[in-house]
Structure formats: structure tokens, C-alpha cells
């Protein structure tokens, strides 16, 4: 019996949170219990028949436990913990970034309605989440038509000095600079949430009860103007399909199983009609579909998302009571979480469970498509393995300056952002692509060595010349278990006679062969060389642009004594940009705050001998202004390096 198998009988019989934990100390997974004291004997006892459950036994050198007043706080705190530690052999319930949300910024003084994929507690309302991105925008486009709210960013918002055009098509009221009712802005807001909310039935009669009483007073024009609101709003109705004929909220999960692989589909129902969908993948689980279930409920319905009044779910739960109780807290009334046993709420059951095994087959697919892929691949280019791990490598500068170089990383055709590495040139101050892709490879495959992470193929974007570079770096640390080569790109095709401009094949160079191989245009090898290409390019290019918007504001304000990260964020903030910053009085400075006197001042000095004066306008109107920061001898082609 292990060490902490003999102290169970010391650990209170009372609700609360278990810890397990490894031998370094690491916890390794967290648990909540009604009895902590029964649940350990169990695992002590090895009562408990689940694989995962025999699988996890053995690693267990400790037990941390927890006590709670109730199941509701044990619940919590679970959540918390996990949320903490990250225990391996939790479920951890991802957000896909697939996904959008619509957030309303009701916390501030004039809301207004944008499309975000990231839900965070900053007291807007979130509504969603949304499968298409598509359709939320479309909606949101119509929102814009008929209800005059503000779109813009609030640094834009507290700087414009006269009306855009939103305003001048009268799909903004212009609060950013003109008097404006709040109350009749606060209605405009009412009524997209009410779009938001599914209740556009609900709007539209009170619109009609507007237009009607318009008409009555003889404001033909306002009734007018209602009147196309209505069509508008009747319009997006029509594609909203009814589910359901009890008109609440309520979320359906489904869930279909395949050994240890599990999909699960939740659809969302708003005031009766289908809204949108919501699907995650699971693998190498073997708990039970009620305790997984259970976590998952969990940890989905934290932070802002919106919680319905009903959940309907495939499975009984035995902690069903108290996943209610906390639900109910949160939304302040009552939630119930139900399994149907007939009628309509099953077949909605049903068809959520319908989905997610649909889901799940679609996913099969896409993986045995990647499969085919690589093995394509490897019969096209003459591999000695399969490229189960594919990085890619690419440079990017600024005429030789903010160098950088990127990796990614595909797993078996896939990308796995979690391996994708950026890199910042160090050694190498002038253009030279080679020197710069040897020391980026050189400082990926000495750390490959020492973790044991080897590709089994690597691609360089460029020619021979790269191939020859990457393959000197890895003779040069004794690596001879990677493949390389390198993709260069399509070239236009010199004829003075042609018509239309002609581009080349792409060509892939392989080592210790002197003319490269053409891939077939439309080929799975070449699909999934291009994509693996373009997608380091895409990294690299975002790291440089960062960098190069990072120095821009440096070289202003981070060389005045004084400004700080915090202070210029708060500058920034305030006043939107630089320019702007450089106009403003010292008082106006002063309102921000920890900006003293004296550093205001400095401030002031600074940027005015930094940005010349605007120059005034001509006999033909106003010279546009410069831009504040324009690099000497500055191109304006691609900022990609080979």
C-alpha cells in the first residue's frame, strides 16, 4: 500500500477537493468529492475499474485535500484549481478561436456592438458564441443599417473633432462630437439587444407601434424611416429557423462516443430558433460520459458566457442539483439542467447527438485526407520516411534591419501552433539571408539535441543556396535523421513578346540533386508544401511588422525621460497617437495620470524638435500631413525576406 494510501483515514468525510500529485510534487489531477474520505479509500483500495483511473494510480506520491462548507463550493473550487494547476489528466475544455462572440460594451458611456473571439470580464454583455463568422457579421451589418450606433475604436471615439461618415449616411448619431440624447441612444442600444437576443418579433411590434403613431402626427418621414427598419429586421428574421415552440433560451448538448475519442456538439436555441452551434473534440478519454460531461458544463458556462434558462443534457449527473444552484447564482434565477425523456426537447437531443457524430466522421476524414497528403509527399520527393513532423523556416527583414526568423511546426499535415517559434536575429547586422537562416537553424537543431524534438523534415523558403546553408548546419551538429528541402517560389518568365505576364512552377530543391522537381500545379504535395510555406511567411512578416510598430513608437516617446511602458500606454490611450500627443497643451497633458508637471514638459519639448510643424495650407487647399515616422531610404515593396 503507497504512503498515502495508509493516511486515509485521517482525511474528513466531508465535501471538498483532492489533489494528486507526482513524485516531483506536480499536481497531476484534481477531483471534488461529497465523501473525500470514501473517494480515497476507493482509489486506495483500487475499487475503482476505469482504465484512466489504473493508468493514473501507480504516478500518485501524495494526496492534497480541501475542505468545503457544501457540493456548491467544492464545485468552485474545483474549477479554480484546474484552472491553476493544469493537471494533465483533467479535461481541459479549450475555446476555438473559430468561433466569434458578439460583445456589447454596455459598461460604457455611448456602447457599442463589435464582433470579438475572446470573452474576458470587463463588463460588457457577450452574446454567443457563433460558428460562422459570416453570418454574425452580415447580422451585424444589418444591426448598423437600421440602428444608429457608434462603431468606432475608443481612442478614434475620443479624438474626432467633427463627424464621420457614418454619420452623414445616418448610421451614427455622432456622440463622439455632437449633442446627443442618452436616452435616445440608450433605446437605439435596447433594441439591437433585442436583435441579439432573438427577440426581433418582440422589436418589431414596438417599431410598428412607432410607425403607427408617427403616421398619426403626420412625421411621414419618421414613419417612413420605421418602416424600412421593420423590412430590414423582417428580412433577417425570415432565414432564422424555428426549433422550438417553448420560446425560451435553452443550450442542447449532444455527445458521440468512439472508444476514447469523443465529440460534443452544444446548440444554442434563442427564444425558440436555432442560432448557432458550438463543437469540441476530445481524445484518450475513458471516464465515464456523465463525469466528463459534468466537467464540462463546468468550466463552459464560466467567465461571461451567456447561461440559458434550460440545458438539456444526453446524461443523468449526479452533481446535477448542484451545477444548478451555482448556474442560478451566476445568472441571478433559476437555471434547471434537464434530461428529457420524450417529446420535443429529446429529438432536440437527439439531433444535437446527431451532429456531433457527423462531426466526428467529418474529422476522420480530414485526418485520412492529411494522411494521404504526407504520403504524397513522401512518394513525390523521394522521402526515406513519413514527414509525420514538418517544420518550415523563413526570414524576414527590412533591408537587412529588425531581422527575424520563424518555425513552424505541421503534425501530420496539421498546424500545431503550440511548436511554432519565433526567432530574433542577433548575430548578423547586414542583408544576408544566408548568415541569418544559418543562425536561426543552428540555434533550433542545438536546442533539438538537447530536448530530443528532431523533424523529420524541415523546409526551407528559397533555393539551392538555403537548401545548402540548412544542410551545412546539420552536418555541422551531427544530425543525419532530417531531410531538407527547399521551396522557391514562382518567378515571372522574361519574354519581351508575351502579352500577359507568364509565372514559373514552383521548384523544390533536393540535396545532391542539381535541377529542382516540378510538382504537378494542382498536386496534394505541392497543396501542403505551399501551405506549410505560406504559413511561415505569415508568421515571420507578423513578427517583423510588430517589431517595426514597437520601434516606431520607442524612438518618440521611450527616449524621454520619464515615459515609461505604463505612461505611454496611458498617452496612447488618451490621445490615439503621437501626432496627437505632440499637439496637446500642458494642461492637457496633466490629466493623465502620473504625468507630472516636469515630465509633461519634457514631453512637450521633445516631440515638438522630433515632429515638425504642420505646414499651413496653399492657394489650393490643405497639404496633407507627413507621416511621423518614414525611414530614410524606405521602399515601399514587400517587407518579406527571401
Given at each position: 500500500?503507497?504512503?498515502?494510501?495508509?493516511?486515509?483515514?485521517t482525511i474528513p468525510a466531508q465535501p471538498g477537493v483532492y489533489l494528486l500529485k507526482d513524485a516531483g510534487g506536480k499536481v497531476i489531477?484534481?477531483?471534488?468529492?461529497?465523501?473525500?474520505?470514501?473517494?480515497?479509500?476507493?482509489?486506495?483500495?483500487?475499487?475503482?475499474?476505469?482504465?484512466?483511473?489504473?493508468?493514473?494510480?501507480?504516478?500518485?506520491?501524495?494526496?492534497?485535500?480541501?475542505?468545503?462548507?457544501?457540493?456548491?463550493?467544492?464545485?468552485?473550487?474545483?474549477?479554480?484549481?484546474?484552472?491553476?494547476?493544469?493537471?494533465?489528466?483533467?479535461?481541459?475544455?479549450?475555446?476555438?478561436?473559430?468561433?466569434?462572440?458578439?460583445?456589447?460594451?454596455v459598461q460604457d458611456p455611448w456602447p457599442r456592438i463589435l464582433v470579438t473571439r475572446r470573452i474576458v470580464k470587463d463588463g460588457s454583455?457577450?452574446?454567443?458564441?457563433?460558428?460562422?463568422?459570416?453570418?454574425?457579421?452580415?447580422?451585424?451589418?444589418?444591426?448598423?443599417?437600421?440602428?444608429?450606433?457608434?462603431?468606432?475604436?475608443?481612442?478614434?471615439?475620443?479624438?474626432?473633432?467633427?463627424?464621420?461618415?457614418?454619420?452623414?449616411?445616418?448610421?451614427?448619431?455622432?456622440?463622439?462630437?455632437?449633442?446627443?440624447?442618452?436616452?435616445?441612444?440608450?433605446?437605439?442600444?435596447?433594441?439591437?439587444?433585442?436583435?441579439?437576443?432573438?427577440?426581433?418579433?418582440?422589436?418589431?411590434?414596438?417599431?410598428?407601434?412607432?410607425?403607427?403613431?408617427?403616421?398619426?402626427?403626420?412625421?411621414?418621414?419618421?414613419?417612413?424611416?420605421?418602416?424600412?427598419?421593420?423590412?430590414?429586421?423582417?428580412?433577417?428574421?425570415?432565414?432564422?429557423?424555428?426549433?422550438?415552440?417553448?420560446?425560451?433560451?435553452?443550450?442542447?448538448?449532444?455527445?458521440?462516443?468512439?472508444?476514447?475519442?469523443?465529440?460534443?456538439?452544444?446548440?444554442?436555441?434563442?427564444?425558440?430558433?436555432?442560432?448557432?452551434?458550438?463543437?469540441?473534440?476530445?481524445?484518450?478519454?475513458?471516464?465515464?460520459?456523465?463525469?466528463?460531461?459534468?466537467?464540462?458544463?463546468?468550466?463552459?458556462?464560466?467567465?461571461?458566457?451567456?447561461?440559458?434558462?434550460?440545458?438539456?443534457?444526453?446524461?443523468?449527473?449526479?452533481?446535477?442539483?448542484?451545477?444548478?444552484?451555482?448556474?442560478?447564482?451566476?445568472?441571478?434565477?433559476?437555471?434547471?439542467?434537464?434530461?428529457?425523456?420524450?417529446?420535443?426537447?429529446?429529438?432536440?437531443?437527439?439531433?444535437?447527438?446527431?451532429?456531433?457524430?457527423?462531426?466526428?466522421?467529418?474529422?476522420?476524414?480530414?485526418?485520412?485526407?492529411?494522411?494521404?497528403?504526407?504520403?504524397?509527399?513522401?512518394?513525390?520527393?523521394?522521402?526515406?520516411?513519413?514527414?509525420?513532423?514538418?517544420?518550415?523556416?523563413?526570414?524576414?527583414?527590412?533591408?537587412?534591419?529588425?531581422?527575424?526568423?520563424?518555425?513552424?511546426?505541421?503534425?501530420?499535415?496539421?498546424?500545431?501552433?503550440?511548436?511554432?517559434?519565433?526567432?530574433?536575429?542577433?548575430?548578423?547586422?547586414?542583408?544576408?539571408?544566408?548568415?541569418?537562416?544559418?543562425?536561426?537553424?543552428?540555434?533550433?537543431?542545438?536546442?533539438?539535441?538537447?530536448?530530443?524534438?528532431?523533424?523529420?523534415?524541415?523546409?526551407?523558403?528559397?533555393?539551392?543556396?538555403?537548401?545548402?546553408?540548412?544542410?551545412?548546419?546539420?552536418?555541422?551538429?551531427?544530425?543525419?535523421?532530417?531531410?531538407?528541402?527547399?521551396?522557391?517560389?514562382?518567378?515571372?518568365?522574361?519574354?519581351?513578346?508575351?502579352?500577359?505576364?507568364?509565372?514559373?512552377?514552383?521548384?523544390?530543391?533536393?540535396?545532391?540533386?542539381?535541377?529542382?522537381?516540378?510538382?504537378?500545379?494542382?498536386?496534394?504535395?505541392?497543396?501542403?508544401?505551399?501551405?506549410?510555406?505560406?504559413?511561415?511567411?505569415?508568421?515571420?512578416?507578423?513578427?517583423?511588422?510588430?517589431?517595426?510598430?514597437?520601434?516606431?513608437?520607442?524612438?518618440?516617446?521611450?527616449?524621454?525621460?520619464?515615459?515609461?511602458?505604463?505612461?505611454?500606454?496611458?498617452?496612447?490611450?488618451?490621445?490615439?497617437?503621437?501626432?496627437?500627443?505632440?499637439?496637446?497643451?500642458?494642461?492637457?497633458?496633466?490629466?493623465?495620470?502620473?504625468?507630472?508637471?516636469?515630465?509633461?514638459?519634457?514631453?512637450?519639448?521633445?516631440?515638438?524638435?522630433?515632429?515638425?510643424?504642420?505646414?499651413?495650407?496653399?492657394?489650393?487647399?490643405?497639404?496633407?500631413?507627413?507621416?511621423?515616422?518614414?525611414?530614410?531610404?524606405?521602399?515601399?515593396?514587400?517587407?518579406?525576406?527571401?
Amino acid at each position: 500500500m503507497p504512503a498515502w494510501a495508509e493516511k486515509v483515514d485521517t482525511i474528513p468525510a466531508q465535501p471538498g477537493v483532492y489533489l494528486l500529485k507526482d513524485a516531483g510534487g506536480k499536481v497531476i489531477y484534481v477531483g471534488k468529492a461529497r465523501n473525500l474520505r470514501s473517494r480515497l479509500r476507493q482509489y486506495a483500495r483500487g475499487d475503482d475499474e476505469r482504465c484512466q483511473v489504473r493508468f493514473l494510480l501507480p504516478k500518485i506520491a501524495s494526496v492534497e485535500t480541501l475542505v468545503t462548507a457544501n457540493d456548491k463550493e467544492a464545485l468552485i473550487l474545483e474549477n479554480n484549481l484546474i484552472k491553476q494547476y493544469k493537471p494533465r489528466y483533467n479535461i481541459r475544455l479549450k475555446d476555438d478561436k473559430s468561433y466569434v462572440s458578439v460583445k456589447v460594451t454596455v459598461q460604457d458611456p455611448w456602447p457599442r456592438i463589435l464582433v470579438t473571439r475572446r470573452i474576458v470580464k470587463d463588463g460588457s454583455r457577450y452574446f454567443g458564441p457563433y460558428d460562422s463568422a459570416a453570418s454574425v457579421r452580415e447580422t451585424l451589418d444589418t444591426i448598423r443599417k437600421v440602428i444608429p450606433l457608434r462603431t468606432c475604436p475608443d481612442a478614434v471615439f475620443r479624438n474626432r473633432a467633427r463627424p464621420c461618415l457614418e454619420y452623414q449616411i445616418k448610421r451614427c448619431l455622432a456622440p463622439c462630437c455632437l449633442p446627443v440624447d442618452r436616452e435616445l441612444y440608450q433605446q437605439y442600444l435596447r433594441e439591437a439587444i433585442l436583435l441579439l437576443e432573438g427577440k426581433s418579433q418582440q422589436l418589431v411590434r414596438q417599431l410598428t407601434q412607432q410607425m403607427e403613431r408617427a403616421a398619426e402626427e403626420l412625421r411621414f418621414e419618421d414613419a417612413a424611416r420605421l418602416r424600412d427598419r421593420i423590412r430590414a429586421i423582417e428580412r433577417t428574421q425570415e432565414r432564422q429557423q424555428v426549433m422550438a415552440h417553448h420560446g425560451g433560451d435553452t443550450d442542447v448538448w449532444g455527445m458521440y462516443r468512439e472508444g476514447g475519442f469523443l465529440e460534443v456538439e452544444v446548440l444554442f436555441l434563442r427564444q425558440g430558433k436555432l442560432t448557432s452551434h458550438q463543437r469540441y473534440s476530445l481524445t484518450d478519454l475513458e471516464f465515464p460520459d456523465e463525469e466528463i460531461l459534468s466537467m464540462l458544463l463546468q468550466q463552459f458556462y464560466q467567465g461571461e458566457r451567456f447561461i440559458p434558462d434550460e440545458i438539456l443534457i444526453p446524461v443523468e449527473l449526479d452533481d446535477s442539483r448542484t451545477l444548478e444552484e451555482w448556474l442560478s447564482e451566476r445568472k441571478q434565477q433559476r437555471v434547471t439542467i434537464h434530461r428529457p425523456q420524450r417529446g420535443d426537447k429529446l429529438r432536440l437531443v437527439e439531433l444535437a447527438r446527431e451532429n456531433a457524430a457527423q462531426g466526428f466522421r467529418q474529422r476522420q476524414d480530414a485526418s485520412a485526407q492529411r494522411q494521404r497528403m504526407c504520403a504524397e509527399l513522401a512518394r513525390s520527393l523521394h522521402l526515406k520516411r513519413f514527414p509525420h513532423r514538418i517544420e518550415c523556416f523563413d526570414i524576414s527583414n527590412f533591408q537587412g534591419r529588425m531581422a527575424v526568423g520563424s518555425q513552424v511546426t505541421f503534425i501530420d499535415g496539421e498546424p500545431d501552433k503550440n511548436e511554432y517559434r519565433r526567432y530574433r536575429i542577433k548575430t548578423v547586422h547586414q542583408s544576408d539571408d544566408f548568415a541569418m537562416m544559418a543562425e536561426v537553424l543552428e540555434r533550433r537543431f542545438a536546442r533539438a539535441k538537447e530536448e530530443g524534438v528532431i523533424p523529420d523534415l524541415i523546409v526551407i523558403d528559397g533555393g539551392k543556396g538555403q537548401l545548402n546553408v540548412a544542410l551545412e548546419v546539420l552536418r555541422s551538429l551531427g544530425i543525419d535523421s532530417v531531410e531538407a528541402v527547399g521551396l522557391a517560389k514562382d518567378r515571372v518568365e522574361r519574354n519581351p513578346h508575351a502579352v500577359d505576364l507568364r509565372h514559373s512552377e514552383e521548384r523544390v530543391f533536393l540535396p545532391g540533386r542539381k535541377n529542382p522537381v516540378i510538382l504537378r500545379r494542382h498536386s496534394n504535395a505541392l497543396f501542403l508544401l505551399q501551405r506549410i510555406r505560406d504559413e511561415a511567411h505569415r508568421f515571420a512578416i507578423t513578427y517583423h511588422r510588430k517589431l517595426r510598430t514597437r520601434e516606431r513608437i520607442r524612438s518618440l516617446l521611450d527616449a524621454i525621460p520619464g515615459v515609461g511602458p505604463v505612461r505611454r500606454r496611458r498617452l496612447l490611450r488618451q490621445f490615439g497617437s503621437v501626432r496627437r500627443i505632440r499637439e496637446a497643451s500642458i494642461d492637457e497633458l496633466l490629466e493623465i495620470p502620473g504625468i507630472t508637471r516636469v515630465v509633461a514638459e519634457r514631453i512637450q519639448a521633445a516631440l515638438r524638435a522630433a515632429i515638425p510643424e504642420p505646414r499651413p495650407p496653399s492657394a489650393e487647399g490643405t497639404v496633407p500631413e507627413e507621416p511621423l515616422t518614414a525611414p530614410t531610404g524606405a521602399k515601399t515593396s514587400s517587407l518579406e525576406g527571401d
